[in-house]
Every structure is written in structure tokens, then in C-alpha cells.
């Protein structure tokens, strides 16, 4: 299967530049395409048609995993509830002060448990974490006996905004860098994987987000911001494949200064579908098509891949304008 070869490929460390409008965006949807089209070759069927539905697959599976991710703050707060009961009933039967229900009652993961769109999703995708009591259990003490939540406890400050922070840092540090739940997750999905790294960014980011105001009505990240984004993906993916050959004369042509027989093979599909989307999207800016795929380059290939791309990118570019095969402009810095 395609999918059997995301394993393979590094996760793109892209965090520092995701936006927020929506959980699917531009540069996820780049990274995945690279994955696919490097698997498409590498697979040998040359089945267009099933690697099309392999890349919408993958990216509606990024977005389970975000929530899926979200549904795990509240499976531990409901673990924490369980352990409360028990100390609560030991409490009343020795006649002991009874224990804090600070973290098992927090305001931020109530709202969550509460949250409309995410119940809404679970259910209809039938996702839960009824079935790993045991990785529950174990990140639960790993929380309880972390400093994040000794000072929470020990807090006196006691309101909405500590709570949503205290799960903030939690998550960042204990979920976000967890080996057993990284394993758990390979073991449920092929893709989760590769996409953790990217989709925890965007938790993180819908921790911080959540008012208190907003109560069950809080707003997620959409899948897509609109159809606009998923036309895109599916229109380069198309684009890179069917043009390979146009957009690989384009490469000979513009590598007269540089070996292009020494390319390494990523390096090819990467300026392969950077060309697809420089003449496919006219509203994309060539610069910023140039640096997104200089970026992925560095991460993916070898070393000097990203330089050697830029290079190369603004080189066919150029020649495309010139040629009247590309009716865009350079801005200015490429220019200099």
C-alpha cells in the first residue's frame, strides 16, 4: 500500500509557521503531497486515481488525530474523577480531610468534555479511549507526580485561566513528548505517526484559544476553511504527475550550472511539485512557493538540498517568465 511507506519519511518540523484559520492548511497539505507523490513513484502502480484517494485519506486522518488528541485531556480529567471517588470514599470512611478536587473538576477540561463539536465528532467517528485503560493509568501518575501538577495543586490561584494553562504545560510537556503514546498511535494508524508533531502544534494552539465564555459552543478548527483548500490538494498532486515530464525538462534546462544527474530522487519530486504549483496556482506568489518547498527540502533530503533547490527553483522560474510560459513576477528580493 502507499500508505505503508509514510513510515519511512521524517515528520516536517513546520510549527513556527501554521496558521490558525483551520486544521487543514496549505502547508500540511505540501508536506503531504511530497509524502505521496515520493510514494507513488516509489510504489509502482502508477494508479493515479487510488493514490488521489490515499492523499485525501491521509489529511482527513491528521484531522482525526486532532481530535482524537483533545478527547485524551478528557480521558485523563475522567481518570482523575475515578481516582477522586476512591479517595474521596477512603476519606469518609477514616473520618480524613478530603482530598483536592482541583484537577479532577478543571474548569478548562469540563468546557472540553462538554464541547459540542468534539462530541460531535467522536460520535460519528465512533473514536474513544475506552479501550487503553492502561496507557490512561499510567500518563494519569505520570501527571500527578510531575511538578506542573504539584504547583498547580499547591496553587491558590483557582481560576479558569490557571486551569487552561496548567493543561497547556501538561500537555507540551508530558503528552506532547510521550513515547508510550507515540506507540500507541503507530499501532492505531499508519499515518498518526508521521502527523503527531504537526497536529499537537495545533492542540496546543486550541488550548490556548479556549474562553470560558464560550462554554459548549467553543469553536475547533474546521477540517478545511472551505473546498478551496481541498480542490488544492487534490489540483497539485494532479498537476505534479501529469506534467512530470514538462516540469523535469523545465529542471534540465535551468541546471546547466549545477549537476542535475546528482540530484538526489527527493529532490526531484520536491522541485517537481513546487513547478506544479508555481503554474497551476496563479495566486500563490512565487516567493512564497520557493521558500515553502526550500524549507521541506532541507528536512527531507540531503544537507545541501536547500540551497541547491532555491537556486535551482529561481532559475526555472525566470526562464518560465521569460518564456511567457509563467505570467507571474519575481518579487523584488528574488530580483536582487
Request: proline share 2%; glycine share 2%; aromatic share 12%.
Amino acid at each position: 500500500m502507499i500508505g505503508d511507506f509514510f513510515v519511512f519519511l521524517q515528520v516536517i518540523r513546520v510549527s513556527n509557521i501554521l496558521f490558525w484559520r483551520n486544521m487543514i492548511n496549505r502547508e500540511l497539505i505540501r508536506t503531504k503531497v511530497v509524502q505521496l507523490t515520493y510514494a507513488y513513484y516509489q510504489n509502482g502502480n502508477n494508479n493515479m486515481e487510488m493514490a488521489e484517494k490515499e492523499l485525501i485519506f491521509s489529511l482527513s486522518k491528521a484531522y482525526d488525530l486532532y481530535n482524537y488528541l483533545l478527547a485524551l485531556i478528557v480521558a485523563i480529567t475522567k481518570e482523575a474523577r475515578r481516582y477522586l471517588e476512591v479517595a474521596q470514599s477512603k476519606a469518609q470512611r477514616e473520618g480524613t480531610e478530603m482530598p483536592s478536587q482541583k484537577f479532577a473538576y478543571n474548569r478548562f477540561a469540563l468546557q472540553l468534555e462538554e464541547n459540542k463539536m468534539l462530541n460531535d465528532f467522536l460520535e460519528t467517528k465512533k473514536l474513544n479511549w475506552d479501550d487503553e485503560p492502561e496507557f490512561l493509568k499510567k500518563i494519569y501518575h505520570q501527571i500527578i507526580d510531575s511538578q506542573i501538577y504539584q504547583e498547580y495543586m499547591a496553587s491558590e490561584e483557582d481560576d479558569y485561566a490557571t486551569d487552561r494553562e496548567v493543561w497547556r504545560k501538561l500537555y507540551r510537556t508530558l503528552i506532547q513528548e510521550s513515547s508510550d503514546l507515540d506507540g500507541l498511535l503507530e499501532e492505531q494508524s499508519l499515518y498518526w505517526n508521521d502527523d503527531k508533531e504537526v497536529v499537537d502544534t495545533f492542540v496546543l494552539k486550541t488550548i490556548k484559544r479556549f474562553e470560558e465564555k464560550n462554554h459548549s459552543k467553543q469553536e475547533l478548527l474546521p477540517e478545511y476553511s472551505n473546498e478551496e483548500d481541498k480542490d488544492y490538494a487534490r489540483k497539485l498532486f494532479r498537476a505534479t504527475i501529469l506534467n512530470a515530464d514538462e516540469y523535469q525538462h523545465y529542471m534540465s534546462e535551468a541546471s546547466q550550472n549545477w549537476d542535475f544527474s546528482r540530484l538526489a530522487y527527493m529532490d526531484i519530486v520536491i522541485m517537481q511539485i513546487a513547478i506544479a504549483e508555481m503554474m497551476t496556482f496563479p495566486s500563490i506568489p512565487i516567493t512564497v512557493t520557493i521558500n515553502e518547498f526550500v524549507e521541506m527540502a532541507k528536512l527531507y533530503s540531503t544537507p545541501r538540498s536547500g540551497g541547491y533547490i532555491n537556486g535551482m527553483l529561481d532559475a526555472i522560474a525566470r526562464h518560465l517568465i521569460k518564456s511567457g510560459k509563467l505570467l507571474k513576477h519575481m518579487d523584488e528580493k528574488m530580483e536582487s
